[in-house]
């Protein structure tokens, strides 16, 4: 209780302007707690999306992780739509690369909005509180100035003393704020780092299935190009076969002469 009240008498001796760096306190305090708790839930959202789409792709199931991410709004869902897009339309894997680049452009400033704001009140809070100290310190030496010579020594350590507390709360929201601006700076690149740790790896998987794809083909028609020659090899066989027994050859000609002379 004794320092509840220690708190409203600091704050009601500092003077008028201890209220603007409240309502600046007030207002870096709600977008501070907006912005976490939407990176939080991203960070939640992100990761069990992730979880689902990561053994569909090592499936090679595309469709259906196409089907899935167009269901969902999460920044993973968001990144991998448009490499999951291409994936079905082109084979190189910087055309994959080069849209979920354009994807991460438009994801990193929807995490990064507002945030900005957490350090612009910091800055504020502090130079208020400079701005009351200064004001404090000019109303004090011009009361000091018609004051009695005797009362000017306690009268204007009293005076600073009261202006100092303008500073004080200034620099206490001040410092708040930028810790909290650090730290959700620090939520932010974490996500950031996932999702290009993601792109990575959903590039790798589309890579290999692609390789994996065209080496079948390659198979395939390697196979069918041995049956095809196979095939042409019979025909040609069977042909040369049936021209023998229809022409029959010189030798067997002459014995037949050499029979009918005999």
């Not at 968001?78 to 339309?89: C, D, E, I, S, V």
């Not at 979920?100 to 438009?106: A, F, T, V």
């Not at 009351?132 to 003393?161: H, Q, R, W, Y």
């Amino acid at each position: 209780m004794d320092f509840f009240n220690s708190v409203i008498a600091f704050f009601q001796t500092g003077g008028a302007f201890m209220y603007p760096i409240l309502v600046v306190f007030a207002l870096g305090a709600a977008v501070a707690i907006e912005r976490y708790l939407r990176l939080v839930y991203e960070r939640h959202t992100n990761r069990s999306m992730w979880d689902k789409l990561q053994p569909i792709l090592n499936s090679g199931d595309f469709d259906r992780a196409r089907n899935l991410v167009s269901k969902d709004n999460s920044g993973v869902s968001k990144l991998l739509a448009m490499g999951l897009a291409r994936q079905g339309a082109v084979r190189r894997r910087e055309d994959i690369e080069i849209a979920m680049e354009e994807s991460m452009m438009e994801i990193i400033p929807q995490l990064e909005k507002r945030t900005p704001y957490v350090a612009l009140f910091s800055n504020i809070a502090t130079l208020l509180g400079l701005l009351g100290t200064i004001m404090g310190l000019i109303e004090a030496f011009t009361a000091v100035a018609n004051a009695n010579p005797a009362e000017k020594a306690d009268l204007l350590s009293a005076s600073i003393s009261v202006a100092m507390n303008t500073t004080a709360f200034g620099l206490m929201v001040g410092i708040t704020l930028l810790i909290v601006h650090a730290l959700l700076n620090s939520l932010t690149g974490e996500i950031v780092d996932s999702l290009e740790m993601v792109s990575v790896k959903a590039l790798n998987i589309i890579s290999i299935s692609s390789r994996r794809r065209r080496d079948v083909e390659a198979e395939e028609k390697a196979e069918k190009a041995a049956d095809s020659i196979k095939a042409d090899g019979a025909d040609a066989g069977s042909e040369g076969a049936r021209a023998d027994a229809e022409n029959p050859s010189a030798e067997a000609k002459k014995d037949e002469q050499a029979l009918e002379n005999a």
